[in-house]
């Protein structure tokens, strides 16, 4: 496919959602019968809008050659992505907003009951990323700008985390805006010129956000709500483990593994430190998720630091010290809760007070 093929599919893109807001008007008899052809002209409107990330795709991979100048190649794709994404985001809107009017025809496979709404977005969530992926250089603004489209899908997933809290939403699961973000982490660490933690940290501070927010929430646990689903989630869900176990495992497992293949006093240091504030909001909170998250990571980051790593790029001073003070942390918070809890509850039943 020649760009200019790909140019021309863009704008019938556009061409085509306009044509489905005019057929959505007027009140005649004949505006009626042509109203039947609003929602799969929209719908068109959105599978055209693919041609933005394939043509994203072709230039990323070098089967069309353009002349960008100055501009990055990542910033062409991302451009032409949207360009291909705007029009299928707004026919998803169009195509929601005629199935709720009183006097929308229903069409046969794209009623809401057939087609959840939450899907008709994903396309142009998907186009975004699919048209970049392939652009990816070892060039600083490429890895920037394809971090900052990683945070622009985990934004977003929290946006819809807080749209479920209170009530339902048109936009796509959490799971699917994160799985879109951690590829496009992978994708923007593969030149490895940024350490892992630019993109582990992010990715489980917001997962940790989404689950934050669903506890805040007052849908879980209600008298006649359905149980949570793959879905739903992180709505419908109770506990610390489904909501919070994700975002701290995210943020341990990517470390952990790094320090063992490359290890590095700041790396073991933001692990411990890590496990540490997991520790303390879990016995504070009475939460069992990153209460026992975090003593589990403790033997298993010094481990990994005293058996394999340490003097071989991890420093034993710092480290040491580390070690002092964690240990000191923790037998305060033993201490305090010895004396809060009295001496009649056992380890197991203390444990079984956390959530």
């Known amino acids: 496919m020649a760009s200019w093929r790909g140019y021309g599919l863009v704008a019938a893109s556009w061409a085509l959602f306009g044509l489905g807001l005019l057929l959505d008007r007027g009140a005649s008899l004949r505006a009626e019968r042509l109203r039947t052809l609003c929602t799969p002209t929209l719908a068109v409107a959105i599978v055209v809008g693919a041609a933005g990330a ?4 072709r230039f990323g991979v070098g089967a069309d050659m353009v002349a960008v100048g100055t501009l ?10 949207l360009a291909g994404a705007v029009p299928a985001a707004a026919a998803a809107r169009a195509i929601t907003s005629h199935a709720s009017a009183p006097h929308a025809v229903r069409i046969r496979g794209l009623r809401a009951g057939q087609l959840s709404a939450r899907w008709l977005y994903a396309p142009a969530a998907l186009y975004v990323g699919l048209a970049t992926w392939t652009s990816i250089e070892r060039d600083w603004i490429a890895i920037w700008l394809m971090w900052s489209l990683m945070l622009a899908y985990l934004t977003a997933m929290v946006l819809v985390a807080m749209r479920l809290r209170n ?47 669903a506890m805040r929430g007052r849908q879980a646990g209600t008298a006649g709500t359905p149980p949570g689903t793959f879905n739903s989630w992180p709505t419908r869900w109770r506990g610390s483990w ?34 540490l ?32 790593q ?16 964690v240990g000191a942390v923790l037998l305060i918070i033993a201490v305090t809760y010895e004396r809060r809890a009295g001496d009649d509850n056992s380890i197991a039943a203390r444990l079984r007070d956390l959530a």
């Not at 394939?54 to 795709?57: D, K, L, N």
């Not at 990055?72 to 992505?81: D, F, N, Q």
């Not at 982490?185 to 927010?213: D, H, M, N, T």
């Open 167 to 213: 009530g339902r939403t048109s936009l796509p699961p959490v799971w699917f805006l994160f799985a879109l973000a951690f590829i496009t982490a992978i994708v923007a660490w593969s030149p490895r010129q940024l350490r892992v933690e630019w993109f582990s940290l992010p990715l489980g501070l917001f997962l940790l956000a989404a689950g934050v927010a």
């Open 72 to 81: 990055p190649l990542v910033a062409l794709c991302l451009v032409i992505g």
């Open 242 to 275: 489904p909501l919070l176990a994700p975002g701290f495992g995210v943020m341990f497992l990517a470390s952990i593994l790094a320090t063992f293949t490359d290890p590095q006093t700041w790396r073991a240091i933001l692990v411990i430190g890590v496990a």
């Open 54 to 57: 394939i043509q994203g795709v």
């Open 310 to 325: 340490i003097g071989r790029g991890i420093e034993s001073v710092p480290w040491w010290i580390t070690l002092a003070v």
């Open 277 to 308: 504030v997991a520790i303390l909001v879990g016995s504070s909170l009475k939460l069992s998720a990153p209460f026992l998250m975090g003593i589990i990571v403790l033997p298993i980051e010094n481990i990994f630091v005293f058996v394999v």
